[in-house]
């Protein structure tokens, strides 16, 4: 067999054959370039168009990537704006929270003055009943803190109901819109006197009854109905509501009525308790 020859060439040399021949063709062209010019056209001819698609591919690439570019730099922007938009929603629910709990304390404030005469601690209700009605709820606050069964609660606008247990650090409330609830009142502008019964199928229409008042009490609706002296556990001249339908009973011996209490006992979240129990009678 024979063996083939191996040709090395140096990279030198190729590069100087490469410069002189460009070399060589500048020069031919500037020397004959009228001559080429029909080659230069028939060149040109050929190129012009790939040129001209080349470009185009370029450009259209080129936006492509601009329009990408944009693209990420949009969802950047978008994902940085939703950051904020969650963090100011956060903090415009701190501040609305705020704004009910400081108007909350100013009804309790209001409520304090209304009742100055008597010592009270506030509290906040931790539970209810699962009814739509606050007819017996929980509140934060037991006998370590001074309270203690029987104690009258108030709330909104008077009174609200009474404690029923007190335990170390809860107390257990009844409010006057429950059933088994029967508060003794007196009309404040007659010292007329009657009771107040609780009803929670009543409560939808956003009243409970009032019952045994005398027929010849001279009463109209709109009175206001306090606590009165002759209650064993309220004390007397607290706000309970306002009175409508007033009717005569059937036997012609009392009349009936509807009230409207002055507590919004679809929403509670403070209260007040007056640390302070009324005295029992003694005969």
Known sequence: MRRRTKININPKHVLIVCVVLCIGLIIFSFRFGEKLSPVKEAVGTVITPMQVGINSVGTFLSDKLDNFKSINDLLEENATLKDQVSVLSYQNKLLTQDKYELDG??????LDQKYLDYPKVAARVISKDTNNWYNVFTIDKGTRDGLAKNMNVLAGNGLAGIITEAHY????VRS???DNSSVYGMFLKTSDTCVVKGDLQLMDDGKIRVELINKDADIKDGYEIVTSHISPNFLQGILIGYVSDIKLDASNMTKTAYLTPVVDFERLEEVLIITELKEPLID
């Open 105 to 110: 304390l100013r009804e309790l404030f209001d």
């Open 176 to 178: 006057i819109i429950d």
């Open 169 to 172: 650090n809860y107390s257990v």
